[in-house]
């Protein structure tokens, strides 16, 4: 609990826990209302791509803006913009003039604003907490993050099969949704904007590619986002909760949501053992070997047609991806200066953040060609193909062992010789 000691790290925490939560709660409804619609696997994809549209064009400004402008100010403005996007889908929803291109432009103005918010938020972290705090910060704020996304998807389903009871299957869900977005914006509004050290570089096209750079000369953090990237990517059978939960399984709006939560209940799991019992060594080990069991959790997911079995291998996917979010941004957040630290989100942003959406699109778009359940498959496959090349290719990042600061700002700051 020592970051808890730091007021402004509790409001930005209650923030970010708050925004999470109405987050899980819209994209949960969404997809449930655009599957209702069209009964599209591929439109299923699309909400994904949407989101990640906006990452992708906008991460190179964003990560600039998150070195040089207040990073708490953006956090605000984001999550006001946040609050819109959710007050048009419902008064959409209410009102019966929503459609799949409404939903989809305004997916997109949602994604802008998480474009724009992403690397702020990671950036911050480091600046409301001293050092020999930031682990626990790191990991108290991935637990808040995965508590929000076990809540948000079971109340949005039990909501949604409240609403669909009444001819409204969507509405209850957004109400609560705008509700909590208005909270997160008030408790972002409370936390004072605190010292960091600003880029004072002129801007130009060399120094937005910055974070680029940063990147590539250092194996480690290079490899721990590429193994993220690739895993996240392949693994993105989560967008095809709907087509499992009313096809395959056959458990309904209420069976949906409690799948959609079983994997941030492992997430969950993960990251309050890791407050308690943090990576003390062979950190890059269980970063691969955590990537390697997130992607058979995928396989027996894809395979089965149980429900409880279905539940258990979602746990293990939430319990392993929780342990690599971890470790890699310990080693993201800590090798990388200060002034430098925007940029370098905005690159972790839409490589690992905006991919989980490029995944979904996957995912979508795969499950459209060859079928959902080959779809899934495949994709855990090639997940654990990721984790064992990664572990050949990246023999640093294999070789990394604790994560205490002084000794990863020793080792690995420096650019590598060559680089």
């Not at 997430?267 to 943090?278: D, H, K, L, N, S």
């Not at 459209?368 to 779809?375: N, Q």
Request: glycine content about 10%.
């Amino acid at each position: 609990m020592r970051a808890f000691g730091h007021l402004d790290f509790r409001y930005f925490w209650a923030t970010r826990v708050a925004g999470i939560l109405a987050t899980e709660m819209l994209i949960t409804t969404v997809g449930w209302q655009v599957y209702r619609l069209t009964a599209s696997e591929l439109n299923l994809g699309l909400i994904g791509f949407a989101q990640f549209a906006p990452f992708a064009l906008l991460f190179l400004v964003s990560g600039v803006a998150a070195d040089r402008l207040p990073r708490m100010r953006i956090i605000f403005g984001c999550v006001s913009l946040q609050t819109v996007c959710a007050t048009v889908l419902l008064w959409g929803t209410w009102s019966g003039r929503i459609d799949f291109t409404i939903i989809l432009a305004i997916l997109v103005l949602f994604g802008v604003a998480r474009a724009f918010q992403a690397p702020a938020q990671m950036a911050i972290v480091p600046n409301l907490v001293p050092s020999h705090d930031l682990a626990n910060a790191i990991a108290w704020s991935s637990s808040g993050f995965q508590m929000a996304r076990i809540i948000g998807p079971t109340i949005a389903g039990l909501l949604i099969s409240f609403g669909a009871a009444r001819g409204q299957d969507e509405f209850f869900v957004y109400v609560l949704a705008v509700s909590v977005f208005v909270l997160a914006t008030i408790l972002a509004a409370m936390v004072r904007s605190p010292v960091q050290i600003v880029s004072q570089v002129p801007i130009s096209i060399s120094n937005i590619l910055a974070g680029f750079k940063f990147i590539a000369s250092r194996q480690v953090i290079f490899g721990a986002i590429g193994l993220d990237l690739f895993a996240v990517l392949f693994g993105g059978a989560i967008a095809l909760l709907p087509v499992y939960a009313t096809t395959i399984l056959n458990v309904g709006a209420d069976g949906f949501g409690i799948l959609r939560s079983a994997f941030t209940f492992g997430g969950f799991v993960g990251a309050i053992y890791m407050t308690q019992r943090p990576v003390a060594q062979k950190a890059g080990l269980k970063l691969l070997s955590a990537v390697g069991i997130f992607g058979l959790g995928v396989i027996v997911f894809g395979i089965s047609e149980i429900f409880w079995l279905s539940l258990a291998a979602l746990v293990i996917m939430g319990l392993a991806d929780s342990v690599s979010v971890f470790i890699r941004q310990n080693l993201v957040q800590i090798i990388t200066p200060d002034e430098m630290r925007g940029r370098v989100s905005a690159v972790t942003a839409v490589f690992i953040g905006a991919s989980n959406e490029l995944g979904e699109f996957e995912s979508g778009v795969t499950a459209h060609w060859w079928g959902t359940v080959p779809a899934v498959i495949v994709g855990g496959a090639a997940t654990v193909t990721v984790a064992v090349s990664f572990a050949w290719l990246f023999p640093k990042l294999r070789q990394v062992d604790s994560l205490d600061p002084d000794e990863l700002i020793r080792k690995y700051r420096d650019p590598e010789p060559g680089s």
